[in-house]
């Protein structure tokens, strides 16, 4: 029996690219083969519970837009209802992953005891729906932004009581994400960060918050998690300025807290455009470093200034990313997790399918171009004749020279640099051909 609330909305299948269905994929087919491999494999989509499930479409000028059936998210029956119809949803969508935070499955309980026995109930209950389905966790986390005992920050958080209560959440969720198969644990750093530096010690709450993730690490190994721990950058928003700005900074940050080679990064498109990045841009700062872990795809409306996460619908822009993404091998453990919602006005049950069947499509199309770029190799061939240069005996044997003896080969040799086009019109025209 189903709970009815998607009865009115037939299932989303691929119709091929001439078709008129907007509730169709056009692109999306997940057996077939791009690149030697299954679509579905390369893009592992997953949906984001958070902001499907449990957001109730207010925003900072007014309350809830959306009725469901299983508001008030405040008892353990709605929110079994509220895992019904997700997994009602991920079925019909082919979602072939999930993502959760304990925050947006269970009720928050009197206290933490209560808090993690529902959060252990109810990832009981969705292990039992996961059991022949095809549906996986790609990721767990938890939400220690939302309660007002998460103000000030979870790790970084001045009252050594917040951070304890946070390493115990995050326990619960790596056990809970661990008994679900997850294949990565996040950690967004929701407050971690400052509104004023007048009341901000920096390097005291960077030094606890390095502590708190190596905490994290020993237990990772301790249960023999074989998930990949991931952080996720954002520059601002919750906090005026977030401690896990951008790619490069959070890079900086693991490799000062000797977690180089144990973390990696989960990146958002809209976060690098709050960063004021382009999301391949901080998707080459990753793979430059063999840091990606996982992407969050989304887009931000770029008026607003505001962390809009609205579902993607730029082929461009997603064709670029998946460039990038291709060319260093792929996604891994990683997926593509729609961290993106609905506008508050998409009321209907239809507009979440909608929303989800478009941003895989576009997905979809991205990585076809993508491919297509790559196995043209009209890009690669453009760089590799750039720095053709470096190709030769003595430029390799320069970077491993000194200064002097440069100075020295360039006065005596005349060497005098001659400038060329970076082409930069010509392989924009060369990427819309594929997009
Ligand atoms: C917030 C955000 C989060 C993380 C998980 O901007 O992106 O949803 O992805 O906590
Ligand atoms: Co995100």
Redesign the pocket.
Known sequence: MTSGFFDAVAPATFEGPDSTNPMAFRHYNPDEMVMGKRMEDHLRFAV?Y?HSFAWEGGDPFGDQTFIRPWHPQDDMGRAKMKADVAFEMFERLGAPYFCW?DADVRPEGANLSESIDRLNEITDYFAEKMEGAKVGCLWG?A?MFSHRRWMSGASTNPDPDVFAYAAATVKSCMDATQKLGGENY?L?G?REGYETLLNTDMGRELDHMGAFLNMVVEYKHKIGFKGQILV?P?PQEPSKHQYDYDAATCIGFLRKYGLENEVKL?L?QG?AILAGHSFEHEIAVATSEGMLGSI?MNRNDYQSGW?TDQFPNNVPEVALCYYHILKAGGLGLGGTNF?AKLRRQSLDAEDLIAAHVGGMDICARGLKAAAAMIEDGGLEDALSERYAGWDGAEAQAMLKSDLASISERVLGGGIEPQPRSGRQEILENYVSRFV
Request: hydrophobic residues 25%.
């Open positions: 984001a958070w935070h986390t939400n996040v967004w929701g996720e954002k989960n958002e976060h969050d962390d961290d």
